[in-house]
């Protein structure tokens, strides 16, 4: 189970929205902001801010840990803005219950699509 849920995450990340097609060119994107927190133990939290306006944040908790119930806990979001200036934010939970996205759309994020 450990495994699909990192598995998820990968996924998740590598399904998310890449530099914008147009407006400013991707080679000119500034990294504004770059956290990251790893105990190596099972817990972990980074964020990164982009020039572009992309934003991610995610923080993690092993539970259960040495037991046949161990699973990784994610939550986290991220943000960008299409082309056509439209603002998406998602957050989401991935743990014992699945991957769970909430997505809001919109200038502020303030439509829901869940």
């Keep these: 189970m450990k495994l699909l849920l990192i598995l998820v995450c990968v996924a998740v990340a590598a399904a998310a929205p890449q530099a914008q097609r147009s407006g400013p060119n991707p ?3 500034q990294i504004l902001k770059y956290e990251t927190d790893n105990d190596g ?3 972990y939290k980074y964020a990164f ?3 572009d306006g992309t934003k991610k944040e995610e923080q993690g ?3 259960n840990a040495g037991t046949d119930n161990e699973i990784m806990s994610v939550k ?3 943000s960008w803005t299409a082309p056509d200036g439209v603002t ?3 957050t989401y939970v991935a743990d014992e219950n699945g991957f769970n ?3 809001e759309q919109g200038p ?3 439509g829901s699509r869940g």
């Design 41 to 43: 133990l099972g817990t």
């Design 88 to 90: 998406y934010l998602v």
């Design 49 to 51: 801010e982009l020039s």
């Design 108 to 110: 502020g994020t303030g």
């Design 101 to 103: 996205p909430t997505i």
């Design 61 to 63: 908790e092993l539970k």
């Design 27 to 29: 080679d000119d994107v």
């Design 76 to 78: 986290g979001s991220y």
